[in-house]
């Protein structure tokens, strides 16, 4: 008889169904259907991985946030962040709830004028507008909201070339107690150089300024500091109107509330500790409200939110590939999707749902992504059920971000779906395939000959 190789013993601690220092565990609990369609027939259907987006849920999000703001406020506007997630079917849903748009390339500012928006609903930022695409916003009636000198002066100058008068507000930063501070967009409010950049724009006969911005950051865990942003917009405002008789037509407060996912690090989960869109609404309206204006001079107040209404409105579905024990004898689960779809798997301990039931017993395990690259890490350690090859996986919470950051590095995109209002999913992104990639490359000729 053949000796049999020796192996190191190993002993594993193994929970089976017991709470975690919070209480119940809701981590591991089953997510078999979304919108009542079971995670089963889309992979079946689409393949894995799968991103599913939920209308239903992107319409309840909108419709939320206008309700909380109106009710505090008279005048509201929500403008979508393209770059948030810029699928047409997701932006449509938000227009016909009626967002406009808030766009930072030529790129996004042709998909919003493609998903049907009048100029004048587009809200054009960022520090990157070539002339080409600042005419075209002018002639447009877009907003423009300028970002640096160099923008500026390149504004007033093609103003006067072609005889136009473009609507322009300028991007405000500051110090809003959030550190590092954002002070790369825009003017700088302590240091007067937003001041300055206003009496050029009122001194500039061609340029029309209509509006105040700021957008201070993303996932912002404080009210205060739109609280400050809010006051510091008002004071310029106020300003403009003592100085030069104007009544500014809008204040933009941009975007950043934060969505519910937790955030690395973070002893508690996000749903326990980011501040509700109430609070922030609280914060924003008591400011503006309580400033001085007269009722019919209150300004427009305009809102980019992105991430907080389409995070929690996005899945991504997948498939175990394989299991296996590291080195220290740790478990370690490989999953068909990694960093390359999932890019916020860098900033989030995002939640797991097992999508079918796998028994009581859970190990703790770290999930792998497929890509030959060591950090491709979708949860560095997560207590679940014990996963096997085959078995089925949903990810809560990726509509922000995922979709457009995402990387075509070893593999292909995947499918999107999108679950309308009546249960019934829709493709609304093919998958990449081979040709695809293949039709953007040019062979030059040399290197097409017949091999010899
Ligand atoms: C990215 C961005 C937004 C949206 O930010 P969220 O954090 O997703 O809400 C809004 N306005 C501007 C100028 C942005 O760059």
Redesign the pocket.
């Known amino acids: 008889m053949k000796k049999q190789a020796y192996e190191r013993p190993m002993i594993r601690k193994m929970n089976t169904g017991l709470m975690n220092k919070f209480g119940t565990k809701t981590e591991n609990e089953v997510l078999s259907h979304i919108e009542s369609v079971p995670v089963k027939s889309l992979l079946r259907e689409y393949g894995s991985p799968l991103f599913v987006m939920s209308e239903r849920q992107l319409r309840r999000n909108i419709q939320n946030a206008y309700r909380i703001f109106k009710t505090r406020y008279p005048k509201v506007q929500f403008a979508w962040?393209y770059?948030?997630n810029y699928l047409n079917a997701v932006c449509r849903v938000f227009h016909q709830e009626g967002s406009w748009a808030?766009v930072?390339s030529g790129f996004e500012y042709n998909k919003a004028v493609q998903n049907g928006l009048p100029g004048n609903q587009i809200i054009f930022?960022?520090p990157d507008k070539s002339n080409e695409y600042l005419l075209q916003a002018a002639r447009n009636n877009s907003l423009i909201h300028i970002d640096h000198y160099d923008e500026l002066y390149t504004l007033i100058q093609l103003s006067e070339e072609h005889q136009l008068k473009p609507r322009v507000a300028i991007r405000i930063n500051m110090d809003t107690g959030i550190y590092p501070k954002w002070d790369r967009f825009g003017f700088n409010f302590e240091n007067g150089q937003a001041w300055n950049a206003i009496t050029r724009i009122m001194n500039a006969k061609q340029l029309d300024l209509v509006g105040l911005h700021c957008?201070i950051g993303?996932?912002m865990l404080s009210t205060n500091a739109y609280a400050t942003a809010a006051k510091n917009l008002c004071e310029l405002a106020w300003n403009i109107k003592e100085r030069y008789g104007k009544n500014l037509q809008y204040i933009d407060l941009?975007?950043?509330?934060p969505s519910t996912n937790t955030l690395k690090g973070a002893y508690l989960p996000g749903t326990d500790t980011v501040p509700s869109i109430d609070q922030i609404a609280d914060a924003i309206t008591d400011v503006i409200l309580g400033y001085g204006f007269k009722q019919e001079e209150l300004p427009l107040l305009i809102l980019?939110?992105?991430?907080?209404l389409v995070d929690d409105a996005g899945y991504l579905l997948g498939t175990v590939l394989a299991t296996k024990r590291l080195s220290d004898g740790r478990r370690a689960t490989i999953l068909d999707f990694g960093l390359n779809s999932l890019f916020t798997s860098l900033w989030y301990e995002h939640k797991l749902s097992p999508a079918q039931e796998l028994g009581d017993q859970t190990e703790e395990m770290t999930l792998f992504g497929p890509l030959c690259m060591n950090i491709d890490v979708v949860r560095e350690s997560i207590v679940m059920p014990l996963l096997k090859k085959g078995d089925q996986v949903v990810v809560h919470k990726v509509g922000?971000y995922n979709m457009t950051q995402w990387m075509q590095f070893i593999t292909l995109r995947p499918n999107i779906v999108m679950i309308d209002m009546e249960n019934r999913p829709h493709l609304i992104r093919k998958a990449e395939t081979l040709d695809y990639i293949n039709s953007q490359e040019l062979m030059p000729d040399y290197l097409n000959q017949e091999q010899q």
């Open positions: 962040s770059k948030t808030e930072v930022n960022g957008h993303t996932f941009g975007g950043g509330f980019e939110s992105g991430r907080a922000a």
